[in-house]
C-alpha cells in the first residue's frame, strides 16, 4: 500500500473544515460590523467636533437638520437641504442640531440609532473632550 490519504479521510477533514468555518464565519461577520459602526460613531463625533469649531472660529452660527442616516444643512431659509453626510451604520429620528457662535451645541443631546439600539450622545461632554466610547 502506498503512503498517503484516501479519498475518504480527505473528505471527512474538509467536512470539518466546513463546519468550523460554518461556526466562525457569522461571528466573524458580526464583529466587522460592529467595529464599522463604532467607526461611524467616532466619525460623527469628529464631524460635531469640527463643525463646533468652525463656527466659533467663524463666528457664524450653523444649523443641521438630521434625518434617517444623513445630516443635511439649508443656506437660506427658502433654499433645498444640502446634503452633508451620510451613514450606513447611524440612524437619526427626525431633529434639529444648532450650533452657535460660541460653538455650543443646541440641544445637549443627540438621540442616535446604532444598529437598531438608541443611544444619546451626550453634545456637551463631547465638546469638553469626554469621550463616550
Do not use: C
Not at 63 to 73: Q, S, V
Not at 82 to 110: C, H, K, R
Not at 115 to 123: A, M, S
Amino acid at each position: 500500500m502506498k503512503p498517503g490519504f484516501t479519498l475518504i479521510e480527505l473528505l471527512i477533514v474538509i467536512v470539518l473544515l466546513g463546519m468550523a468555518i460554518a461556526l466562525v464565519g457569522p461571528l466573524t461577520i458580526e464583529q466587522v460590523e460592529n467595529s464599522r459602526a463604532r467607526n461611524e460613531q467616532q466619525s460623527l463625533q469628529r464631524w460635531l467636533q469640527q463643525q463646533s469649531f468652525t463656527a466659533f472660529s467663524r463666528q457664524q452660527p450653523a444649523e443641521f437638520w438630521l434625518d434617517g442616516k444623513a445630516i443635511f444643512t439649508a443656506t437660506a431659509p427658502q433654499a433645498e437641504p444640502e446634503l452633508i453626510v451620510t451613514f450606513s451604520y447611524l440612524f437619526f429620528e427626525p431633529q434639529a442640531l444648532t450650533i452657535n457662535q460660541n460653538g455650543y451645541m443646541q440641544p445637549d443631546t443627540l438621540a442616535v440609532s446604532v444598529k437598531g439600539r438608541v443611544q444619546q450622545l451626550d453634545l456637551f461632554a463631547l465638546l469638553a473632550g469626554k469621550n463616550e466610547h
